[in-house]
């Protein structure tokens, strides 16, 4: 069975950092556009970041551009992000989600709170 399992969130400082981590298993993870989104309460799920299958593209959301980082580890089944220099607008339930053609997994979220 395929699973998207997220960790790393948490309640941060405005300014702070959290790395943000999602495992893979149950399918061949190594051809799958990985990508990060995130949600509030009341809004639709927002693209944050991607990174093709094998690392060598990257897509930032305007938002994030320059504070948040992408990346993968296909040997450990992982994708990553790296979030620097956090804002209180980041507050958010963060979701991993891959994609291969029309084939596509979520995991359930990892809850991310900024303070000011």
């Known amino acids: 069975e395929a699973q998207l399992v997220e960790s790393g969130g948490g309640l941060v400082q405005s300014g702070g950092s959290l790395r943000l981590s999602c495992a893979a298993s149950?399918?061949?993870?190594?051809?799958?556009?990985m990508s990060w989104y995130r949600q509030t309460p009341g809004n639709e799920r927002e693209l944050v970041a991607d990174?093709?299958?094998?690392?060598?593209?990257?897509n930032y959301a305007d938002s994030v551009k320059g504070r948040f980082t992408i990346s993968r580890d296909n040997a450990k089944n992982a994708a990553y992000l790296q979030m620097n220099s956090l804002k209180p607008e980041d507050t958010a339930v963060y979701l991993c989600?891959?994609?291969?053609?029309?084939?596509?997994?979520w995991g359930k979220g990892t809850l991310v709170t900024v303070s000011s």
């Open positions: 989600y891959a994609k291969f053609y029309r084939t596509e997994y």
């Open positions: 149950g399918f061949t993870f190594g051809i799958y556009v």
């Open positions: 990174i093709s299958s094998t690392g060598g593209t990257t």
